[in-house]
């Protein structure tokens, strides 16, 4: 997900003090890691990269996961404030830049 300029600092914090929260509770939740571009690199063969998602978060979930991904977790649920916030600007910001 990329923040519209301006919110990075929101998203980060709602990542950190709502989501990771609301993840850790799914069956099976190991950890996440989150993960942000530093730089691409220009090649020869490719000398303007295409812009990148700028962050990367990967969740691990043990074995007894299995049987629940995708079918006891509902995306988006429970709605927050503050999720509802984000998606708005979030969606606002790629409509705008494709």
């Keep these: 997900m990329e923040a519209k300029d301006g919110y990075a ?3 980060d914090a709602w990542y950190k003090e709502e989501h990771l929260e609301q993840m850790s509770r799914e069956p099976g939740y190991q950890r996440a890691r989150r993960y942000r571009l530093v730089f691409q ?3 020869k063969d490719n000398p303007t990269p295409t812009e990148a998602t700028s962050g990367l978060t990967l969740y691990d979930f043990d074995e007894s996961a299995k049987e629940h991904l995708g079918m ?3 995306p988006l649920d429970p709605m927050t404030d ?3 916030g984000f998606i708005t600007v979030w969606v606002y910001s790629n409509r705008q830049n494709h």
């Design 72 to 74: 006891d977790v509902k």
């Design 41 to 43: 690199v220009k090649t």
């Design 9 to 11: 600092d929101d998203l």
């Design 82 to 84: 503050w999720k509802q």
